[in-house]
Each structure stands twice: as C-alpha cells, then as structure tokens.
C-alpha cells in the first residue's frame, strides 16, 4: 500500500518525508486554505520535497474552467496530479485529461456507481472518503470493498486512494479491504507507528541493559 500524506503544510511534509514512507501528498481547497498561500505556490514546494504523485485540486465547477485550470497545475510539475469533484463536468472533464495523459484524481466519491464512473474515464486515482461516510452513520470501509470488486470485474487500472481517513484502524482496514493508496494527516501517520507493547518492551530492555552495565 501507498502512503500519501494529506495536507499543504510544508513543515509536516518535511517531517514525514524524512521516515522514507510518504509516497505523495494529497491537498484540497480546505487544505490549502490553511496554509494561507497560494494553490500554485504550495504544490510547487511539495513536488520539491516529495518526488511522488502530489493531487492538486481544481476550484472551477464548469467542464472548460477545470481543464484550463488543471493544465496551469499540470505544468508546475511532471508530478502534479489534476484533482477533479465527482460531478458530470468533473467526469467530463476527466476524459479530456486521460485523452492527453495527464493524471488524475477523483474526489468526494461516497458511492460505487460514482467509481466506476471515474474508472471508465480513465482516472489515475479514485478517492473514496471513509470518514465523512462513517460521520453520517454510513460503513465508509463497506465503500472501499465495494469499489474493489468492481474494478477487479473489470479490470480497471484504476487506483483506489482511501480518503477521509480519521484513525491507523481505517488504515488497517483499507490495507485488508486492498485499497491501493491511503491519504492521510500526520496524526495518522504517526498514530501507525505506535503500540503500547512496543514502548513497555523497549523501556524493559533498556532498563535490563542499564542494569547489567552496573556489574
Ligand atoms: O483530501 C480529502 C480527504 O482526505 C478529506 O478528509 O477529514 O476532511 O474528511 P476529511
């Protein structure tokens, strides 16, 4: 599975990038809104920390603004990658940039009908988003199975990039469901390394080095 961190905040980047596990970077409007600078500006600093796919997201809502915007973000770097809403016009727009090779992400996926869709344009990722799911009641995880027997029928090349995610359980899940990629914060990421066992049994070897070194 590929990790890719969710975020436009280039200390965390920065952070994470030097563990060697982060494989790209996922932003969105929310996001880049954080970091109080502009879109351009800030992917292009993050395709020069992380050489990985880096999902930039357009804000048009109309199929000619998308893909003018998406060719801008796609010139900042052979990496970017055009991250487009699961509308009609996104859809739409989607075909435009398979046709002329350029990658992309499809977001605010909540259903299966909704991937296949993106799968059949050609998308490089699809994003469902497990979290935002479970908030409203719903088994975001059931999505990313869903969504795996569906591109495994067809063989679609399409990869699945877990989104949303809010915990390391929803990463665990999504790696046993056979998601493709999972984005997510710092938090998350840190949270995957962690286990109490883990701290109890260092502390107890340390200790036991401490004390035979006193002999
Ligand atoms: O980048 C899309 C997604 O990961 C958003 O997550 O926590 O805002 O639902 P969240």
Same mark, same amino acid.
């Given at each position: 599975m590929e990790f890719f961190l969710d975020t436009g905040l280039i200390e965390e980047i920065k952070e994470a990038a030097k563990w060697g596990i982060?494989?790209?970077?996922?932003?969105?409007p929310t996001l880049i809104a954080k970091t109080g600078r502009k879109q351009q500006d800030v992917i292009k600093e993050i395709c020069a920390i992380i050489d990985g796919p880096i999902?930039?997201?357009?804000?048009?809502?109309?199929v000619d603004g998308m893909i003018s915007e998406g060719k801008e973000l796609a010139k900042i770097h052979p990496n970017v990658v055009i991250k487009l809403p699961m509308t009609i016009a996104g859809i739409t727009a989607? @075909?435009?940039?398979?046709?002329?090779?350029?990658?992309?992400?499809?977001t605010l996926v909540f259903s299966s009908n909704q991937a296949l869709l993106a799968a059949k344009n050609g998308a490089t990722y699809v994003s469902p988003f497990i979290g935002r799911l479970d908030d409203i009641g719903h088994d975001?995880?059931?999505?990313?199975d869903e969504i795996r027997r569906v591109f495994d029928n067809y063989g679609f090349q399409t990869k699945i990039l877990a989104a949303s995610i809010r915990h390391s359980t929803h990463v665990r899940d999504a790696a046993l469901a056979g998601a493709d990629v999972s984005t997510m914060p710092i938090s998350v990421v840190k949270a995957l390394f962690m286990h109490p066992l883990t701290? @109890?049994?260092?502390?107890?070897?340390l200790a036991d080095h401490a004390k035979s070194q006193l002999k």
């Open positions: 982060i494989d790209g970077v996922t932003t969105n999902s930039a997201e357009v804000i048009a809502t109309d989607l @075909k435009w940039f398979s046709d002329n090779k350029i990658k992309t992400n499809l975001g995880m059931a999505l990313i701290d @109890k049994g260092l502390a107890s070897f």
